[in-house]
């Protein structure tokens, strides 16, 4: 997936998921200079983020 199809999929802007994936917050991969994402990937990286609000409230 491109940015701009991963960004909405995860409810985040184009520009806080570039950020995070210059951080290395979420699992992407280049092609040329182009940052791709998995939907695998964004799943289990949704996934993660559920059980740290869980587990937060708790």
Do not use: C
């Not at 199809?5 to 520009?15: C, D, F, L, M, N």
């Not at 280049?30 to 937060?56: A, H, T």
């Amino acid at each position: 997936m491109t940015i701009k199809e991963a960004a909405p999929y995860i409810g985040s802007s184009e520009y806080k998921l570039r950020e995070m994936a210059r951080q290395k917050e979420i699992a992407h991969y280049r092609v040329g200079n182009r940052i791709m994402f998995r939907k695998v990937m964004l799943d289990e990286w949704i996934s993660k983020q559920e059980q740290e609000n869980v587990r937060e409230k708790v």
